[in-house]
């Protein structure tokens, strides 16, 4: 392991785990359940941030086979089922879920398993998840971020890439608070830099083609994308319609860039989900939600697609490269 990585990983106090501890598989079979609103399927081990949450867990002396036992759940894109998922969930008495996302922390929340949010939850406090980040006061915990600083500094990027922008479409799934949150985050910010929204909320697949007819109607200068399942997965439509229309567009999570997106700054997924790991550890060892505090990453992405500015026609300026921590050719 590389000196910088192992800093990284001593970074959180959860991650720092004694390798005396992690020689000496435990006895018992812990059975881990993965949850979101999405179709199940996408949660299990082949996900990569559940690999890597997997891959954490076997430092720490948890194999799936001998000693631990991973089954994903989903409520295939509808919300109205995730109390259902999670009742199943809980009768099946898992020792911990890891969720991403609000509506299915949310839904875990009523049950009383043991929880670890992942991603993607919003600010947990403003939404009612936990008591406060220091002491969560239930049975969930996990990782969230500063969704205003955040929003403040993906704008500010995306003015430097773009100086000329006066007016940024923002995309969310209005039926997720956790995102709703995010958006009014993300529009919040943009009137703090001289930015005017156009707010274009969604909440099934069919929103999108309205969303885009209402860009054609009103073109604005960018776009920002709010993750969340919904979005995730229709996201290549939002590559499409921003390449066509040669705008520039910013999103929140670097595999996103990877897939095809301009831009993104968001969490290190690879340093968050390690640490989703360490609580899950601490859990399995009989640690409660309630007493390990909601954390915040430790590290942020800022990543380019270059062959996307070039299929748009952008040229971003040397600046804006200087300060990109993966850049996609």
């Known amino acids: 392991m590389r000196r910088r990585e192992f800093i990284t ?15 000496q598989a435990p006895a018992k079979t812990y059975r881990l359940a993965t949850f979101w609103a999405g179709p199940a399927a996408a949660m299990s081990a082949k996900n990569p941030n559940i690999a890597i949450v997997i891959a954490a867990l076997a430092e720490r002396g948890y194999t799936i086979g001998q000693n631990l036992e991973l089954h994903p759940f989903g409520g295939d894109m509808q919300l109205s089922r995730l109390p259902q998922v999670a009742q199943t969930i809980a009768a099946g008495k898992f020792d911990a879920v890891v969720v991403l996302g609000w509506p299915p922390a949310a839904a875990m929340k009523a049950t009383g398993v043991p929880t670890v949010v992942g991603a993607g939850a919003g600010d947990p406090v403003a939404t009612g998840l936990v008591v406060s980040l220091a002491h969560p006061g239930g049975n969930v915990t996990g990782i969230s971020d500063d969704a205003a600083t955040l929003a403040t500094k993906r704008l500010g990027l995306l003015k430097q890439a773009v100086p000329s922008i006066r007016k940024v479409a923002m995309l969310w799934n209005k039926t997720d608070l956790g995102m709703t949150q995010r958006y009014q985050s993300s529009a919040d910010a943009a009137k703090s830099v001289g930015v005017a929204v156009e707010a274009l909320g969604v909440g099934e697949p069919d929103d999108f083609a309205d969303a885009f007819a209402a860009m054609d109607r009103d073109p604005p200068d960018a776009i920002l994308m709010v993750s969340d399942p919904l979005t995730i997965l229709n996201r290549k439509r939002v590559f499409d319609y921003a390449n066509a229309h040669r705008l ?17 700054y968001g969490a290190d997924l690879k340093e968050s989900f390690q640490r989703v790991a360490a609580m899950i550890d601490q859990i399995f060892k009989g640690a409660k939600p309630a007493d390990l505090p909601f954390e915040e990453p430790n590290r942020y992405i800022f990543a380019i697609n270059l062959k996307t500015a070039k299929a748009i026609g952008l040229e971003l300026p040397p600046t804006v490269l200087a300060l990109a921590d993966v850049v996609v050719e």
Do not use: F, H, K
Not at 9 to 23: D, F, K, N, Y
Not at 248 to 264: C, K, Q
């Open 9 to 23: 990983l001593l970074a959180g106090t959860a991650i720092a785990a004694p390798r005396s501890a992690v020689a």
């Open 248 to 264: 520039p567009a910013i999103y929140e999570t670097d595999p996103v860039v990877r897939d095809g997106g301009l831009m993104s």
